[in-house]
C-alpha cells in the first residue's frame, strides 16, 4: 500500500508555555494527515457525509511519543493503510522531524452510517484507492 506525507508547521497555539508541542495536538496532525489522504486518493470526507452519510471515525488509537516537537518545527507526517477489513481501516502513521521519529500511533476507524449510528462496509472504491 501507498505512503502520504503531510507537511505540518508547529506554530505558537499548539504549544504549551514552554514552546513545546502540547500532546493533545499531535492527533489533529494525525486526523489532518488521514483527511488530506482521503483527500489526495479523491474521497472529500463532505461529500461522503452529504451524498452516502458516511462518516470515519476512531474506534481506537495507540500513540507513542519518543521526542518532543517545538514551535516552528517542520514536521512531516506519514501515514499508511496497513489493513482494510469490513468496516475498519488500520492505519500506520508517524511524525518526523527531518529523518528523527517524534510521534507514532496505530489508529483504527470504522465507517459509520450516520442515519443508522452503526459500521458498515467502506465503499469498494476507497478500498480499491488505497491498494491502488
Not at 500532546?23 to 472529500?44: K, P, V
Not at 462518516?55 to 507513542?64: E, N, S
Amino acid at each position: 500500500m501507498q505512503r502520504f506525507s503531510l507537511p505540518i508547521r508547529v506554530y505558537y497555539e499548539d504549544t504549551d508555555a514552554g514552546g513545546v508541542v502540547y500532546h493533545a495536538r499531535y492527533l489533529h496532525f494525525f486526523e489532518r494527515a488521514r483527511t488530506d489522504y482521503l483527500r489526495e486518493l479523491g474521497f472529500s470526507q463532505q461529500a461522503l457525509l452529504d451524498e452516502h452519510n458516511l462518516a470515519f471515525v476512531v474506534k481506537t488509537m495507540q500513540i507513542d511519543y519518543r521526542l518532543a516537537a517545538k514551535l516552528d518545527d517542520l514536521l512531516t507526517v506519514e501515514t499508511e493503510v496497513s489493513g482494510i477489513k469490513g468496516a475498519t481501516i488500520l492505519f500506520s502513521q508517524q511524525i518526523k522531524r527531518n529523518d528523527v521519529l517524534i510521534c507514532t500511533a496505530e489508529v483504527k476507524v470504522a465507517c459509520v452510517d450516520l442515519t443508522k449510528m452503526k459500521p458498515v462496509a467502506i465503499p469498494q472504491e476507497i478500498k480499491a484507492a488505497f491498494n491502488g
